[in-house]
């Protein structure tokens, strides 16, 4: 059974970095493209960035150069670290498969 459970959101000002994290489990973690997607309110699940087996790493344009996906194989274990965070980054992000994702984690930019 696949589980992927996100961890790490919160309320930051803007110009605030926060670090989310995805335990994953279940499946062949170290051999599985990996995502970050989030959900705004009132708005549909948007791509932010993949990070194939051997570490490629892939981002959405409004977040490059701000954000950093990484992984650790041996842990199991996704991160997104997010930093220069805007109030348009406001969302629920998400660890996905592509094809399975976690419950999300709510971030809030505010002041």
């Known amino acids: 059974q696949v589980m992927l459970v996100e961890s790490g959101g919160g309320v930051v000002q803007p110009g605030g970095s926060l670090r989310l994290s995805c335990a994953a489990s279940?499946?062949?973690?170290?051999?599985?493209?990996m995502r970050w997607a989030r959900q705004a309110p009132g708005k549909g699940f948007e791509w932010i960035s993949d990070i194939t087996p051997d570490g490629n790493a892939y981002y959405e344009d409004s977040v490059r150069g701000r954000f950093t996906i990484s992984r650790d194989n041996a842990k199991n274990s996704l991160y997104l670290q997010m930093n220069s965070l805007k109030f348009e980054d406001t969302a629920v992000y998400y660890c996905s498969t592509g094809i399975q994702r976690g419950q999300g984690t709510q971030v809030t930019v505010s002041s």
């Open positions: 279940g499946f062949t973690f170290s051999t599985t493209v």
